[in-house]
T-cell receptor, first 116, second 112 residues
């Protein structure tokens, strides 16, 4: 089946630094990837839609200058949290649509970000 | 846009009993309905899905039913086991679209 690899799984950083999270589709091409944020015991909150070769589309209320998204290839999208603050601590999850296998929405394993 | 509602938010069952989680959606154009299981600290994993041209789909202990007229679909887990304990999310989308709309999740606890 389709696999989406997300790295790192956990990261701790100091306030004011930047953190990059990678999302790779391992066995299919993903022209569109999605980035979600999830708070404890809550549902997935869509942050942005990442389109290969073009600018990401951000959901209302999500700061595009703080959460930089780059989708430079058909298998890789990155989310960079810039000038991180403790309130950015959360669980970030990427996903991709796999059209090859008749349409499927595959999630990465998530990244636990802790800003200290 | 689509609005997906999911109930209940929490569910506790005794091991061996059945669990049912229900979702409703608003957009009649939606025709793809997946269910995801999320274990603590992990990303959601697809467990079963159904397309609008069928009313029911079963995979071992898991089944999903769809009522397009009423715009609701349900997840049924039979003979529950402790390892079924997790958060379950329903979603709705259209085959031609690239946007998925998720329910708010159901935290299932199976009591040994």
């Amino acid at each position: 089946g389709a696999v989406v690899s997300q790295h790192p799984s956990r990261v701790i950083c100091k306030s004011g630094t930047s953190v990059k999270i990678e999302c790779r589709s391992l066995d299919f091409q993903a022209t569109t990837m999605f980035w979600y944020r999830q708070f404890p015991k809550q549902s997935l909150m869509l942050m942005a839609t990442s389109n290969e070769g073009s600018k990401a589309t951000y959901e209302q209320g999500v700061e595009k200058d703080k959460f930089l998204i780059n989708h430079a290839s058909l298998t890789l999208s990155t989310l960079t949290v810039t000038s991180a603050h403790p309130e950015d601590s959360s669980f970030y999850i990427c996903s991709a649509i796999n059209y090859r296998d008749g349409y499927g929405y595959t999630f990465g394993s998530g990244t636990r970000l802790t800003v200290v | 846009g689509e609005n997906v509602e999911q109930h209940p938010s929490t569910l506790s069952v005794q091991e061996g009993d059945s669990a049912v989680i229900k979702c409703t959606y608003s957009d009649s154009a939606s025709n793809y309905f997946p269910w995801y299981k999320q274990e603590l600290g992990k990303g959601p994993q697809l467990i079963i899905d159904i397309r609008s041209n069928v009313g029911e789909k079963k995979d071992q202990r898991i089944a999903v039913t769809l009522n397009k007229t009423a715009k609701h679909f349900s997840l049924h887990i039979t003979e529950t086991q402790p390892e079924d304990s997790a958060v379950y999310f329903c979603a709705a989308s259209s085959i031609t679209g690239n946007q998925f709309y998720f329910g708010t999740g159901t935290s299932l606890t199976v009591i040994p």
